[in-house]
C-alpha cells in the first residue's frame, strides 16, 4: 500500500502542499498552477482546462487496483494498525 501511495504517479496530483509536481522527479508543475479552494486549481484555471485525456509514457504504480484493494482489506482485517 505504501508502494503506491508513496508512488509520484499519485503524489503528483496528491501534494502534501501546494500545486501538483510533475514527473518521476516530482519537480513543481509547469506551468505553475495553484490548488485553489476546492483542490481543482484557481478559477479560470481549473486542472480540467488543460488535461482531457490521461498522458502517455508515464510510469505506473506498482501492482494493480485489485491488489491493492486485496492488501488493504487484510490491513483492516488485521486491526488497520499504523506505523509509529
Ligand atoms: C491526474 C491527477 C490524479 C492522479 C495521477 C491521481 N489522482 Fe487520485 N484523485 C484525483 C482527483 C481529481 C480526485 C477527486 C475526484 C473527485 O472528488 O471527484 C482524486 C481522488 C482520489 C481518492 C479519493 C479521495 C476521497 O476523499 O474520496 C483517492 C483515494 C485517490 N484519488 C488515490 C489516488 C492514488 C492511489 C493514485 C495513484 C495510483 C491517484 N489517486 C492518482 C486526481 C488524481
Ligand atoms: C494551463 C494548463 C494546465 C492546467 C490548468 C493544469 N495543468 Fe497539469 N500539466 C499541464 C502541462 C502542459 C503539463 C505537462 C504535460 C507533459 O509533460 O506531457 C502538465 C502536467 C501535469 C502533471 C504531470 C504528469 C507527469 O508526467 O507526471 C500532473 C500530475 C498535472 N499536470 C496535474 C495537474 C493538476 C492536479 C492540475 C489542477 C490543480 C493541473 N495539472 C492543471 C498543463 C496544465
Known amino acids: 500500500m505504501g508502494k503506491v501511495l508513496q508512488h509520484p504517479r499519485c503524489l503528483n496530483c496528491h501534494p502534501v502542499e501546494g500545486g501538483p509536481l510533475q ?3 516530482m519537480v513543481p508543475h509547469q ?3 495553484m490548488r485553489g479552494d476546492a483542490g481543482f486549481g484557481a478559477v479560470g484555471m481549473r486542472c ?3 488535461h482531457g ?3 502517455e509514457s508515464r510510469n ?3 501492482g494493480s487496483q485489485d491488489l491493492f484493494r486485496r492488501l488493504t482489506q487484510t490491513w483492516i482485517d488485521a486491526g ?3 506505523p509509529a
Do not use: E, K, L
Request: net charge negative; aromatic share 0%.
Open 48 to 50: 480540467s482546462t488543460c
Open 60 to 62: 505506473p504504480a506498482p
Open 23 to 25: 514527473g518521476d522527479a
Open 53 to 55: 485525456n490521461p498522458g
Open 31 to 33: 506551468p505553475p498552477v
Open 80 to 82: 488497520a494498525h499504523c
